[in-house]
DNA sequence: TCTTGACTTCGAGCATGCTCTAAATCCTAG
DNA sequence: CTAGGATTTAGAGCATGCTCGAAGTCAAGA
């Protein structure tokens, strides 16, 4: 008991790494994915390879594209990431624009929440109408276009 | 005083109708999108023409258009909207479907919103470490990759 | 009337982000 | 050793949502 499996690097991951069908399944993307991602500089480390020629995904190498899966989740298009990653694999010197970088989209995500909530609050209101007129039993008058000047239908 | 424009049925729209470039200006979209949204079915009334065969925007237009754009500004795909639009202009009978459709949508946006604001926050924890790293003036161990089972570097 | 400039339709083109195919190679179980 | 599945590359293809171009029509002022 108590053991150190020595073979291994992390929670389940082989010294030698993982295939990259287990990396698409650790990861949440497909491997055409994984190697779309690398092709267009996304990948910020140098996934090492067998002596075939096959990748072999490290702990390093899932961290990072799973950097890459949220900040694409909140919306920054691939070229901004791959912005991010030159400045990362840049190295040393460049902090501030990261930090830019990343404040700048975290601007733009929270405008884009707001606004989305905003609208949202559209969707309710004619949930809230229809839930409303069906159960009053007149839901004819949804959208039957109005006279003039009056209130829109909804 | 208190006298009425009868030659206009709302806040600026005269009687003959908007130009589509008056339209796109006031409802944000361009006016080959409006043609677009036309030619694809979202659009559920009736959009006027001159004589000549000119588009004439009213009220219910811009009014159904602006619904359209806060449909789509919650991400709802077009196929979805002309779907809603489909069932607008089937007329009565179709309430719950209508409901259905907005409630499954509310359902996904607020889906999406809750995963944005999580991934939200590894940026917003990056960027407190990029702050708090560049004020000590040690950014440079800024995701260099790190020996091995250690923490991820930042 | 003539000249612009706005508008029309139809269809092509474009940006984004994957997603898939083909043909070759690798690797592992039997 | 061999069969068969996984992986490789380069490149094509696809879904979405616009966006633009061409060629022709319309309309309003000089």
Redo the contacts with the bound molecule.
């Keep these: 008991m108590l053991e150190v499996k020595t073979t291994e690097s992390a929670p389940g991951i082989p010294a030698e790494g993982l295939?990259?069908?287990?990396a698409?399944r650790r990861t949440g993307?497909?491997?055409?994915?994984?190697?779309?991602?690398?092709?267009?500089g996304l990948v910020v480390t140098t996934?090492g390879?067998?002596?075939?020629?096959?990748?072999?995904y490290h702990r390093l190498d899932l961290e990072w594209i799973k950097v890459c899966t949220k900040l694409?989740a909140t919306?920054?298009?691939?070229?901004?990431i791959r912005r991010y990653a030159d400045l990362v694999s840049a190295g040393r010197g460049n902090e501030q624009e990261r930090l830019d970088l990343l404040e700048s989209h975290r601007a733009e995500v929270r405008a884009r929440l707001a606004e989305v909530r905003r609208n949202l609050e559209l969707i309710d209101h004619k949930i809230d109408v229809y839930r409303g007129r069906l159960a009053a039993g007149d839901a004819d008058r949804l959208w039957a276009p109005t006279p003039d000047p009056g209130p829109a239908p909804e």
Tied chains: 1, 2.
């Design positions: 295939s990259i069908a287990e698409a993307v497909s491997a055409h994915t994984l190697r779309y991602y690398e092709r267009v996934v390879r067998t002596a075939g020629g096959r990748r072999r694409r919306g920054m298009p691939i070229r901004t």
